[in-house]
């Protein structure tokens, strides 16, 4: 069973002064899976995103990567450009897109680690680098256009709809070649339209990209109908998980939204 | 004698900070409320100096008594400070909220830039010779050659302004208010704070304090020109770090502990060299221990 | 725009700065021969031209709420958008032969006056250029970047006088000094949030500045050196005049080496690299870019150019002293990259122009340029935060599929 999670994370905490806004948690990820984080507002989730991808160092705890074919790895203690490399990828809740840059070039930003062009390739634009340049436009066309925003290439990200941008998000996310995707509430603002493709194209990703994706998202009825296992997060604790039938039956489940619009 | 000299030193240093602390308190409230490094605070000192100057030099010519020309120059020199600060922030910082720190930051620079520039073409480039307002104390008589009737003026109103000060923060309704909005101006918002209110109020408070520190100092100094508040007022932004930003007691720690730095650096090892002594302190303070003194060391949210 | 109601505001607007600025602007007292002057009519200008300020404020600032980035469209802009016709390879020949012809013939029909403001001009352009790099592109604003100019200065000078090394050799070596400089003081301040940033350059650039005044053993203190030879060119035997056309010369092919090569890095994995970590550092470390090098090489880059002008500037002056090096020269350098536009070349260059010519040709503008500094660093901030000439990211066509 060990054999294809991909991501493991034991026991992690985050500690903000007296404020545990992740406390023990553990989670694991599996191959080629959709996993759900859901919890109420200020659960935790967020801070447990960003302690995987290094942006804040967890006061305790071990999170682990098993990239394909290759060995296990812990990643805690990493910087985040660091974890990156490694595989994993994610959005922000707070949409942060490089917002006057273009969606291409969005897209290119986040392509960075996979070109080599330092300073005097720059300057002497030789043919290999050129090559490269070309090749980067190139693919990350073909990146926004398997998210649909082929029609955006040269607006500046911060002119793009409210949709668009989440999507960029994700395309830009896709971009760094990951396996594991982290994605913070892509959904959120969305109209149920859009929501629906946002679905479609997840779903999408984790059968043709073979992404193992772990989703952080308020709209159960999108929760449901494509994870594969869901962590319920409250007060920074793990308090259920399973698949989603379970999970929506769960008494602690319903207990923790009790309150709260959530149509479970 | 070295011990003498130390302690000579070591009140220079006193009232050094006492001046630093009475100017970096509107760094750090302005920079807890609206995350902005306020470049043009040090000019607000100095057009409190400068006014203060005006006023005293007019009013003496009516003949009036000296302390009632005091009190009233200082009075309205306070006013002309409140009412720069508040207009300044209207225009140079207001419509900016919403965009970049480094926009905002480029604006109060320019700000700065143009408020000396100001003074210097309204007034002149030259030093003036600035007034004594406190008048020599008979009881100073016996330590006046190390510690004058000036300098125990700024030490105690430095004292007196700070514990009014963080007694007002405390407990008043508007100094909870402005504690709310420095840690979370949306959720202040939504709570019916008036944010624009808090924000003039603090500039007000900032420019109160600096304006009662430029009179202070350039009587003690007995002479004023348009960019004494530069230097100062970096000096007084390197203090307030040093304490930790936003924090009212690490501000007046960080000025004392300035002003120690330099008295004690300038007497011991090299005068020209004073203000190397504080932007060293700066970079290493920044670079060791970013959260300064008393300051919560805080992760910037994602 | 002439309601009532805006005449009311402007009116009251004017009334308060005008009680506002009472002491300072009509009262001036002279401390030693105990005398006042009024000076009322100080109170009149100063009335009208906040009415009026006050009026176009207002209205500029509704407009720039309804406009919309995209819309938005200055003069400048519009000569720079037109594309159509500027790309069309004749116009382009054009242009570019007009402008090689100008940059010829200029110094053999100006005097020596007008060459050597040329030459200033064109050392502003390589700073604003080289400060574009780290503030512009990179987002990190540098306040100390005078220093690195410094640097570059004194290399020449002090590296000429202890070993007689000459210009050609030092300009390469100044400008190495200058980035390892600005490596060495990058490396540790580097990790510091943007505004700790701005305060510590500024510091770095004041402590650079006073042990230059005070280290007389090293730097020769305050009356500075003198006597920097200015550059030869094969042993060749030049009057002044023949000498400063020379510089001149010299500092155009600096700038188009500068012009080239920002360029170029511009449009390149580096520059997206830059202007991403501008945009949002912490997006930045999530697609798997290193900051903290990319800062490094911004910040050093930059250092690189002031270098240069640096040493172009002691072998133009022929005396350097630290009077040239203070914080209100990396204001100027700031205020060219801030009204050109951060981040775009053509509105750097034209800044230069704007900021460096216009007060040295009309005198009684150079008082009040400080002052106007001042005031452009707000009001561009406010109204035209992307500058005179909005930096245009470069668009990209799809060429189709590739296998
Ligand atoms: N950098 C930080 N400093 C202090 N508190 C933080 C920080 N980041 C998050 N928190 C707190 O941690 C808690 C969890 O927040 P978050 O992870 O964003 O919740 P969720 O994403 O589940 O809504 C909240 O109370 C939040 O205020
Ligand atoms: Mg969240």
């Given at each position: 069973m060990k054999e294809n999670t991909v991501l493991e994370v034991r026991d992690l905490s985050m500690h903000f002064g007296g404020?545990?806004?992740?406390?023990?948690?553990?989670?694991?990820?599996?191959?080629?899976?959709?996993t759900a984080l859901i919890g109420p507002n200020g659960a935790g989730k967020t801070t447990f995103f960003n302690c995987v991808t290094g942006l804040y160092t967890p006061t305790t705890g071990k999170i682990f990567i098993t990239p394909q074919g290759k060995k296990r790895e812990e990643i805690d203690s990493l910087k985040p450009h660091k974890i990156t490399n490694k595989g994993i990828a994610r959005t922000f809740q707070n949409i942060r897109l490089f917002q006057n840059m273009t969606a291409l070039e969005n897209v290119m930003a986040g392509r960075h680690r996979l070109l080599k062009a330092g300073i005097l390739h720059a300057i002497l634009r030789d043919k290999k680098t050129k090559?490269?340049?070309?090749?980067?436009v190139h693919d990350s066309y073909e990146i926004l256009e398997k998210i649909g925003l082929t029609k955006y290439i040269n607006e500046l990200a911060k002119n793009l709809p409210y949709g668009a941008q989440r999507r960029l998000e994700i395309a830009r996310a896709l971009a760094t070649d990951p396996f594991i995707l982290l994605l913070d509430?892509?959904?959120?603002?969305?109209?149920?339209?859009?929501?629906?493709?946002?679905?479609?194209?997840?779903?999408?990703?984790?059968?043709?990209?073979?992404?193992s994706i772990l989703l952080i998202e308020h709209d159960m009825s999108l929760v449901m109908r494509i994870s594969d296992?869901?962590?319920?997060?409250?007060?920074?604790k793990i308090i259920a998980e399973g698949k989603p039938e379970q999970i929506r039956h769960d008494p602690l489940v319903i207990k923790a939204y009790l309150g709260e619009n959530y149509n479970v | 004698m070295k011990f003498s000299y130390f302690i000579e030193l070591f009140l220079s240093g006193l009232t050094k900070g006492s001046i630093y602390a009475l100017l970096s308190l509107g760094y750090t409230m302005v920079y807890g409320i609206i995350q902005l490094i306020n470049f043009a605070h040090g000019e607000i000192y100095m057009i409190g100096a400068f006014t203060a100057l005006i006023i005293t030099t007019i009013l003496a010519y009516t003949g009036m008594n000296a302390l009632a020309i005091a009190f009233l120059a200082i009075f309205l020199a306070i006013l002309y400070s409140a009412g720069y600060a508040v207009t300044m922030e209207r225009i140079a910082y207001k419509p900016l909220r919403n965009s970049t720190r480094l926009s905002a930051l480029i604006s109060a620079i320019g700000m700065s830039i143009f408020l000396q520039n100001y003074v210097r073409l309204l007034q002149t480039s030259d030093f003036l010779r600035f007034p004594p307002l406190i008048p020599e104390f008979g009881f100073m008589r016996y330590v006046e050659h190390i510690f004058t009737s000036t300098q125990l003026v700024i030490f105690v109103s430095t004292c007196v302004i700070m514990i009014i000060l963080t007694i007002f923060i405390k407990f008043s309704k508007t100094g909870k208010a402005m504690r709310a909005v420095a840690q979370d101006r949306v959720m202040a918002m939504l709570s019916g704070i008036n944010i624009n209110r808090i924000i003039s109020v603090t500039f007000i408070f900032g420019s109160v304090t600096a304006a009662v520190g430029g009179i202070l100092i350039s009587s003690y100094n007995a002479q004023i020109n348009f960019n004494i508040g530069f230097m100062a007022g970096i000096k007084a932004f390197v203090a307030a770090v040093l304490g930790g930003i936003g924090s009212i007691p690490g501000a007046v720690l960080g000025s004392f502990v300035?002003?120690?730095t330099e008295s004690f650096g300038t007497g011991y090892i090299s005068s020209d060299y004073?203000?190397?002594f504080a932007f060293l302190f700066l970079i290493l303070i920044l670079i060791f221990k970013p959260e300064g003194l008393l300051g919560r060391s805080t992760k910037q949210k994602v | 725009m002439f309601s009532i109601k805006n005449m009311t505001k402007a009116f009251f607007i004017s009334l308060w700065i005008m009680i506002l600025t009472f002491p300072l602007a009509v009262i001036k007292v002279n401390t030693i021969d105990k005398t006042v002057n009024w000076r009322w009519f100080n109170l009149i200008y100063i009335g009208i031209i906040t009415f009026i300020t006050a009026f176009l404020w207002d209205y500029f600032l509704k407009r720039n709420k309804e406009d919309n980035d995209r819309k938005k469209k200055s003069f400048l802009n519009i000569i720079a958008d037109k594309k159509k016709y500027f790309n069309r390879p004749e116009f382009k020949t054009l242009f570019y032969g007009a402008l090689f012809v100008v940059i010829m013939v200029f110094p053999f029909v100006s005097g020596l006056y007008q060459i050597n403001v040329m030459t200033t001009a064109l050392i502003y352009v390589m700073l604003g250029l080289g400060l574009n790099i780290v503030v512009g592109l990179g987002g990190l604003l540098n306040l100390g970047y005078v220093a690195f100019y410094a640097v570059g200065a004194y290399s020449y000078a002090l590296l000429n006088k202890h070993f007689g090394i000459n210009f050609w050799i030092a300009l390469p070596i100044g400008a190495l000094f200058s980035m390892l400089f600005g490596l060495i003081i990058g490396f540790p301040v580097l990790?510091?949030?943007?505004?700790?940033?701005a305060i510590v350059t500024l510091a770095f650039g004041e402590i650079v500045r006073i042990v230059l005044e005070n280290w007389n053993e090293f730097s020769f203190g305050p009356s500075g050196i003198s006597g920097i030879p200015r550059p030869g060119l094969f042993g060749l035997k030049m009057n002044l005049m023949q000498n400063s056309i020379l510089i001149y010369f010299i500092m155009i092919v600096l700038t188009a080496i500068t012009v080239f090569v920002v360029n170029r890095l511009e449009n390149s994995r580096l520059g997206r690299t830059w202007v991403a970590m501008r945009e949002d550092e912490i997006a930045c470390q999530t697609m798997g870019i290193n900051v903290t090098k990319a800062k490094l090489t911004a910040f050093a880059l930059g250092a690189l150019w002031a270098g240069l002008a640096g040493v172009m500037f002691a072998a133009k002056t022929t005396f350097i002293n630290p009077a040239s090096f203070t914080i209100w020269e990396s204001i100027i350098i700031l205020c060219i990259v801030v009204l050109g536009g951060m981040g775009s070349i053509l509105g750097v260059i034209i800044a230069s122009f704007i900021l460096i010519i216009l007060p040295e040709s009309l005198r009684f503008f150079s008082d009040y340029r400080m002052l106007v500094f001042g005031a452009i660093l707000v009001v561009m901030m406010i109204f035209r935060p992307g500058g005179i000439i909005n930096a245009k990211r470069k668009v990209y066509q799809y060429k189709g599929k590739k296998d």
């Open positions: 404020l545990y806004a992740v406390d023990k948690a553990n989670l694991s990820v599996k191959k080629d899976e959709i090559e490269e340049e070309e090749k980067v509430e892509p959904a959120a603002g969305m109209n149920p339209n859009e929501t629906r493709e946002l679905d479609n194209l997840i779903l999408r990703l984790k059968e043709d990209e073979k992404l296992r869901i962590y319920v997060m409250d007060y920074g | 300035l002003g120690w004073e203000d190397v | 990790r510091l949030r943007g505004d700790y940033l």
